[in-house]
């Protein structure tokens, strides 16, 4: 009995590692086009796609599999066609004599679940705000560090040089200052 136990521990480590890999994909992606599990056959299915969305976690013997898939009904298919691999092809998985086989049972079926958005997707746009004020900010300063522009005659002072005239700013006439200047 006990190694009974150790084998199914061996099984399920290694059970995690195939559902994560592109053959277990390929296989899930053949079974999901055999079942006619998308709503449009023509939908590519790629099966990059398919192992990137995949993620399995192990704990005492329970394999737990996770599917991240943007549309739901595509999500269904792919969840039906993973218990339906694991379930008729897991010993093929492995190499293992003809008289050998693997019991898969699922404890709960697959279920689709809406998850809101992650983290990082939440962040992103109060982030890339606060970058971009950041940047603005600091290319102010920068520009008004390089500017060399001489504003008034105090500047040119200060640099040693003598000033012999000024030639005054213009005046801005106004509707009110003219009539505030006649007698």
Known sequence: RYYTWL???YL??????IVKSSAFAQ???????????WDDPEVSIPTGAIQGATSSGKLHRILTVSIVWSDASQLAGIANATVTVLRE???????LSDSDR??????????VSLIGPGLTQRLQIPIR???ALLAGVALTFLLDYLDDTVRGK????ALGILVLGEIPAPRRFTRFSQRSHKP
């Open 27 to 37: 296989a899930v992606r053949e079974e999901a086009l055999e079942t006619g599990s």
């Open 7 to 9: 084998t199914a521990e």
């Open 89 to 95: 092809q897991a010993a093929s998985f492995f190499s």
């Open 129 to 131: 705000i606060f970058l």
């Open 102 to 111: 693997i019991e898969i049972h699922i404890i709960d079926p697959p279920t």
């Open 154 to 157: 105090e500047e040119v002072e």
């Open 12 to 17: 399920i480590d290694d059970l995690a590692e």
